[in-house]
């Protein structure tokens, strides 16, 4: 195939982050919980969007929809979805592309589930509000909905309320709620937390199925390397609020160039590695309110010198599609821990 061919074939761009920036003013001083982040998704393509707890990631989702919880507000960047930007745009427009366009699993549905509605209230009712549609036909939408996510007897369930489910029942009533109006994009923040190792597997694999059958795009949001492995095309890893790496996911998982990305794959349980101990990052994610000088990961790193603590190193393209923000990316020789996987 001619690269001109493979071009015109290759799937568009549906969303792209330019530097985005979203800050808290508290009483402590400006939290820069998104301090630049840049990056992209394509048209059925499944973004994971890795790091640990406090690097920025849930911000950077709500930050899509506008949706930043007070103090947070939006300073710089852009947010092309479809081509056009999603903070030049009115909330009525917003309200039109929120749950239609874009779709949200919070990270706990049984808070974002209301405990005093029907799941049938509660389906319908994004339903309605998107499509021109009758109470009828949209309970008939919502009981395909629950077959479609797997629940059985969907016409019973349908009429439970929140907390006659299972934590595993309604996180398939979240996916549901999220997948109403057939979306573009959707946003799954954590979307396995407080579930055990058996239903986040089946959650996982039935999101995966979904997001292929409809068609759509994804950004899966984890502080887990092991749930991305088998579901995401590729994977951004953020950290204290900046991008430090993207590729595609057999790229970071076997040729990692920062040294953040390849401290989280040690943290990996395998099998294939026989470890007897899990490895640690040293050290914390930084205040953001007096984040550090230069790369915010430098305290933290064992290659770090004198350049990493005075300059922010930029995201640049190392090779085709993998970015990496590391004074010394191609200096020092990252070994994955993955690599002894793929010898024996």
Known sequence: ??????????????????????????????????????????????????????????????????????????????IIYKEENLLEKTENDLQKIRGKEIGYIFQDPATSLNPVFTIADQLTEVIKRHQNVTKKEALKKAIELLRLVEIPDPELKIWNFPHQLSGGMKQRIAIARALSCQPSLLLADEPTTNLDVTIQAQILQLMKNLKDKLGMSMI??????????GVADRITVLYAGRVCETADTKTIFYNPLHPYTNALLTAVPSLALRKEKLAV????????????????????????????????????????????????ALEIDLESPLGAETNE
């Not at 393509?45 to 899509?64: D, H, N, P």
């Not at 899966?220 to 492995?229: E, F, P, R, Y």
């Not at 930084?286 to 190193?313: D, M, Q, T, W």
Request: net charge neutral; hydrophobic share 40%; glycine share 8%.
């Open 220 to 229: 899966l949001i984890t502080h887990d390397m092991g749930i991305v492995a």
């Open 281 to 328: 990052i040293p050290g914390t994610i930084p205040n953001l309110v007096e984040p550090p000088s230069g790369c915010r990961f430098h305290p933290r790193c064992e290659y770090a010198k004198a350049v990493c603590a005075e300059k922010i190193p930029p995201l640049e393209e190392v090779e085709s599609r993998h970015y990496v923000a590391c004074h010394r």
């Open 1 to 78: 195939m001619k690269l001109m061919e493979w071009k015109l074939m290759a799937p568009k761009e549906l969303l792209k982050i330019e530097n985005l920036k979203t800050y808290f003013d508290t009483f402590a001083g400006l939290v820069k919980a998104v301090d630049g982040v840049s990056l992209e998704v394509r048209e059925g393509e499944t973004l994971g969007l890795v790091g640990e707890s406090g690097s920025g990631k849930s911000v950077t989702a709500l930050s899509i929809l506008r949706i930043v919880p007070t103090p947070g507000k939006i300073i710089d960047g852009k």
